[in-house]
């Protein structure tokens, strides 16, 4: 029998960034079937929905590869939806591709949270003795990230923001920042940071690395291989 694959982007579809990358990591027998939580919306209206005065916002991209920052309730207005279309469609598991907190969704079938994976392994490795830089997509988002994420007893957080997909020398940038305050693991917290940046972090500061999309495809391919 043909197994699906559910994946909910907080941005549009079709999307070949994401479609290639989860093509990599699955065998060719499982189909992916993609929602956005943006799909059906034109450029202008998503740009519509960014706020300043929004504390808690989410990064993505629409249209030609536009930035876009929106402000986390207009994302979770529309998440619900999206994840009861994906499982009409038959997929055996959705997985939410975002490293923030998605617990309040409902699911007949089970829901693969990124965020979790990556600070579940990252608190399996991190101690006193290793503390961790983490960089996000934006400045806006390092004190909420720092309070609900990753303060936890026993770790010792420094943060950096640094826009994926610009150019792999802002996120080197960050990571060296990161260093310099101690970090000895540097955790790429956004699923649309890069291998490529990953390599260029590794190389340049000589740091532990953990990247929240890498690490996703090595658990769907231990899932589903």
């Known amino acids: 029998m043909s197994i699906k694959l559910g994946v909910l982007l907080i941005g549009q579809t079709p999307n070949d960034f994401y479609q290639a990358f989860f093509r990599t990591c699955l065998p060719d027998s499982i189909r992916i079937e993609m ?24 990064f993505t991209r629409v ?12 994302v979770h207005s529309r998440m619900q939806g999206k994840v009861e279309e994906l499982n009409a469609r038959g997929v055996t598991a959705v997985i939410i591709a975002c490293t923030r907190d998605f617990s309040f969704l409902n699911s007949s079938t089970p829901l693969i949270f990124p965020g979790r994976l990556l600070r579940n392994n990252v608190f399996a490795i991190a101690r006193e003795t290793i503390p961790i830089g983490v960089i996000l997509p934006l400045e806006k988002q390092i ?3 720092l309070r609900k994420f990753w303060c936890r007893e026993g770790i010792r957080a420094c943060f950096a ?7 792999p020398g802002e996120v080197v940038k960050a990571a060296k920042r990161l260093k310099e305050k101690g ?19 590794r190389q340049e500061t000589d740091c532990m690395v953990i990247l929240a999309r890498t690490l996703l495809g090595s658990i769907l391919k231990n899932l589903f291989e």
């Open 35 to 58: 929602a956005g939580v943006l799909d059906g919306l034109s450029v202008d209206e998503v740009l519509s929905l960014e706020s300043e005065a929004e504390n808690e916002v989410l």
């Open 63 to 74: 249209g030609k590869n536009i930035p876009v920052v929106l402000p986390v309730h207009q």
């Open 143 to 145: 004190e909420t990230n």
């Open 161 to 167: 923001a640094a826009s994926p997909g610009d150019h």
């Open 183 to 201: 970090a000895k693991l540097i955790v790429l917290d956004c699923m649309a940071y890069s291998s490529e940046e990953k390599a260029f972090v």
